[in-house]
């Protein structure tokens, strides 16, 4: 008499190897890691253009998913628009650049203490005193 089909219990290889699809992914993750160590050792900030790194959209994807998305998120628009987010890796950033037409333009990963593109520029802050005071002026 045949055992029964019922009885048959599939066995999953587990391989301790990444699998090809994620090489990319931890490839990217180690070159974080390394440059969190470079952050942390001499405060050098590292940037990975993730335009220039041959990823699948389900490997972007997934990248993003396990860096998540920490406490503090920034929208900017000039030009189209930005959005930057600390991941939950404390100096880890996301940073998203879209055009006018909505399409995305550049993605970097920033490891870093706050993005450049965040900082107020000299002449901005010249041109905001001089509206301050114009502004205190008229009061």
């Known amino acids: 008499m045949a055992p029964a089909k019922d009885n ?34 001499s405060g050098s900030r590292h940037i990975i253009d993730l335009g220039a790194i041959p990823l699948a959209g389900y490997e972007r994807e997934k990248l993003f998913e396990l860096l998540g998305q920490g406490e503090v998120h920034i929208h900017m628009s000039l030009l189209g628009t930005s959005e930057i987010y600390e991941t939950l890796f404390s100096g880890v950033w996301v940073v998203k650049h879209r055009d006018e037409l909505e399409e995305f333009s550049s993605m970097f990963i920033e490891i870093c203490h706050i993005p450049d593109i965040v900082l107020s520029q000299p002449d901005d802050i010249v041109t905001a005193n001089s509206k301050l005071q114009g502004l205190i002026n008229n009061i």
Not at 9 to 37: M, T
């Open 8 to 41: 048959v219990i599939p066995i999953k290889r587990i391989d301790s190897h990444p699998s090809q699809d994620n090489i990319n992914i931890r490839s990217i993750l180690i070159e974080i890691q390394a440059g969190l160590d470079n952050l942390s050792e």
